[in-house]
T-cell receptor, first 118, second 117 residues
Framework: AQTVTQSQPEMSVQEAETVTLSCTYD???????LFWYKQPPSRQMILVIR??????QNATENRFSVNFQKAAKSFSLKISDSQLGDAAMYFC???????????????FGQGTILTVHP | GAVVSQHPSRVICKSGTSVKIECRSL??????MFWYRQFPKQSLMLMAT?????????EQGVEKDKFLINHASLTLSTLTVTSAHPEDSSFYIC?????????????FGPGTRLTVT
């Protein structure tokens, strides 16, 4: 079974500064995917960034980037130039393809509430 | 990007009644749909996975007779909370998976807030 752990229940950052959210996971699979989702006050889940485990290069999406350390099973999210709109709950999640079918499912971490101060 | 809709966005029902929540993938076909439950400031808890044309697979501890899931077509799944009680009050989120080759993208609906009085 996969487990995902977010050890930071809450984080805060000043507008325009950089913040890093931590995530560790545990899996016995060799092929899997990792995600960061954002859930703003509207509660709509939004995909921020994804990382395929077989790719060594860290994924980047504009101000969002990850530090993927496969051996350490660590997957942190860095938000640069933080904006007020980044305030949300962030979830780290993992997924593995169950034998080539779509029956695999996302495993979510506990979430980190990010506050952005103006 | 792909869009998943949910209806209603919020519903209030009396204890003992049933309520149905619809989840639709608007611009793609979803062979697999998921239903989650979320309490305030907590993570999403998977309730069940449904595949079109087959029975849903429920997570351990989820009462299949209370939470009826039907995946009638490749674009529609419904969750019916039967004989609802105040403890069923929660935020319910559906999600639909789009498969493109070996790439799986999962999209989430906006959620339904259920209040049982």
């Amino acid at each position: 079974a996969q487990t995902v752990t977010q050890s930071q229940p809450e984080m805060s950052v000043q507008e325009a500064e950089t913040v890093t959210l931590s995530c560790t996971y545990d899996t016995s699979e060799s092929d899997y995917y990792l995600f960061w989702y954002k859930q703003p006050p509207s509660r709509q889940m939004i995909l921020v960034i994804r990382q395929e485990a077989y790719k060594q290069q860290n994924a980047t999406e504009n101000r969002f980037s990850v530090n993927f350390q496969k051996a350490a099973k660590s997957f942190s999210l860095k938000i640069s130039d933080s904006q007020l709109g980044d305030a949300a709950m962030y979830f780290c999640a993992s997924f593995w393809d169950a034998g080539g079918t779509s029956y695999g499912k996302l495993t979510f971490g506990q979430g980190t509430i990010l506050t952005v101060h103006p | 990007g792909a869009v998943v809709s949910q209806h209603p966005s919020r519903v209030i029902c009396k204890s003992g009644t049933s309520v149905k929540i619809e989840c639709r993938s608007l611009d793609f076909q979803a062979t697999t749909m998921f239903w989650y439950r979320q309490f305030p400031k907590q993570s999403l808890m998977l309730m069940a996975t449904s595949n079109e044309g087959s029975k849903a697979t429920y997570e351990q501890g989820v009462e299949k007779d209370k939470f009826l899931i039907n995946h009638a077509s490749l674009t529609l799944s419904t969750l019916t909370v039967t004989s609802a009680h105040p403890e069923d009050s929660s935020f319910y989120i559906c999600s639909a998976r789009q498969e493109r080759g070996t790439l799986y993208e999962q999209y989430f609906g906006p959620g339904t807030r259920l209040t049982v009085t």
